[in-house]
């Protein structure tokens, strides 16, 4: 029973560290398996037969899907988008997954076809489709594609979809849909509307209202992305989408600050719980609940929540910087159990530190304390991630792995101390100097050498 309270004390204490390693690992890994999706969707395109100038739109669509999905990965956001692959009539080519909004991209020679494209009417595409050999009237041809009779023809094709285009043709694109606005001003009103309408949802990026972005992409640079992926050639490092050159360590801060809070929230849970149930058992028993017990609740939660958000804050910044290789390439192949295992010795030998140099430790309290925690946050951090691998919610499993971790741990340790402790005193072996030696001689001994004694 000792072993499991000493376990509890010990995840409560350190719970903050757990949570902060966690959410440092998820937040790599989510950034990782974004640009590794994009890789692949890509790379799918080697066998395509397509010719280059059309591919490059449709390796542009997974481009601008991808990169927004990572740009929201590093801003810790849950917006995503994807890739429909759609051909029906005004279809979108990339929508929001969990929020509401449409892209369509053309990816044509110059800014001027491109907007042209994007600004194309219903009547348009009709006119394009009879002169391909299109046997249906316009009646029929608007009903099966979902048009109510009263359908206006001048409206553009991609009404309310975002309109992407190359970066290097945007300037070109604006001008020429100025120039139709202000053309088409005097001779077809009517047609004024779908050249303003495109101008203003004109972009070169895939955006959200939430500050995620895609990156931006050029006609020459989405041919040779189309080449690339044609080849099967496509690698995250040639394409700049590395941890190290994405994360920077503003995202990190902002990430280590979430986490930081999240962990003051279980650090303040768990501190408090323990009183709780004393002012719940001194209630059944007395009563009345006593004032001083309101005055430990309070006092823990403070505490808790503070030591919790200072330990959650270093150690998710300490952790996602490492396997970012934002400490440099050595750090990033490091296992991240290890650095959230040093991270709160560390931690922790700053503080046992200080109550030394205050007198309210001693040096063989702390080296006690520094080998049983060395022990007990190794065996939490490896249930922990065996944990999370089995229970695959984030941070959740991870946080469970760690709290049977900690407890067995504190288990394993207390059986095991004082047979050490003897082998100590038996061997001579001094346990780093937890253990004492005294090798003083006896007194015959001391006699016989001439030594006075008294």
Not at 135 to 151: C, M, N, Q, V, W
């Amino acid at each position: 029973m000792n072993g499991f309270k000493e376990g509890y004390e010990f995840f409560e204490k350190h719970t903050g560290n757990f949570s902060g390693h966690a959410t440092g690992v998820h937040y790599v890994d989510a950034v990782e398996s974004e640009i590794k999706k994009l890789v692949n969707n890509l790379n799918d395109f080697e066998t395509s037969g397509a010719r280059i100038d059309t591919l490059k739109g449709d390796v542009a669509e997974f481009w601008h899907a991808g990169t927004f999905n990572i740009n929201a990965a590093i801003n810790s956001s849950k917006n995503r988008v994807q890739v429909d692959r759609s051909h029906d009539f005004g279809s979108p080519d990339i929508t929001g997954v969990n929020f509401d909004a449409e892209f369509g991209l053309k990816y044509y020679k110059n800014g001027a076809s491109s907007a042209e494209q994007q600004a194309k009417s219903i009547f348009q595409r009709f006119g394009e489709y009879k002169s391909q050999g299109g046997k249906e009237s316009l009646d029929l041809y608007l009903e099966k594609r979902g048009y109510s009779a009263d359908t206006i023809l001048s409206d553009p094709v991609y009404t309310g979809q975002y309109r992407v285009i190359p970066s290097d043709q945007l300037k070109e694109a604006t001008m020429f849909l100025e120039r139709k606005i202000r053309e088409e001003a005097v001779k077809r009103p009517e047609q004024v509307h779908r050249y303003e309408e495109t101008l203003k949802l004109l972009s070169d990026k895939v955006k959200d209202n939430k500050g995620n972005e895609s990156i931006a992409l050029s006609e020459q640079e989405a041919r040779e992305l189309a080449r690339l992926s044609k080849e099967g050639g496509v690698n995250p490092e040639d394409l700049h989408l590395t941890t190290e050159e994405l994360i920077k360590y503003t995202n990190i801060l902002r990430h280590a600050y979430k986490a930081g809070l999240t962990a003051a929230t279980i650090s303040m849970a768990l501190r408090v719980a323990p009183e709780i149930l004393n002012a719940i058992a001194y209630l059944i028993k007395n009563g009345e609940i006593e004032e001083g017990q309101f005055k430990k609740i309070g006092f823990a939660a403070i505490t808790g929540a503070g030591e919790g958000f200072v330990r959650g804050t270093v150690s998710a910044a300490i952790t996602a910087s490492c396997k970012a290789g934002l400490c440099g390439s050595a750090m990033k192949s490091v296992d991240p159990s290890i650095v959230g295992a040093v991270t709160v010795l560390v931690m922790n030998s700053m503080k046992n530190s200080y109550q030394v140099t205050t007198g309210n430790m001693s040096r063989a309290e702390m080296v006690n304390e520094l080998i049983k925690e060395m022990f007990v946050t190794t065996c939490a951090l490896s249930i922990g991630v065996a944990s999370q691998s089995l229970i695959e919610i984030p941070v959740l499993g991870y946080m469970i792995g760690s709290f049977v971790g900690s407890v067995a741990g504190s288990v394993i340790y207390s059986s095991i101390y004082n047979p050490v402790l003897s082998f100590c005193v038996d061997s001579g072996f001094t346990l780093l100097g937890l253990v004492d030696q005294n090798y003083e001689l006896p007194e015959q001994v001391l006699k016989e050498i001439g030594i006075e004694v008294f």
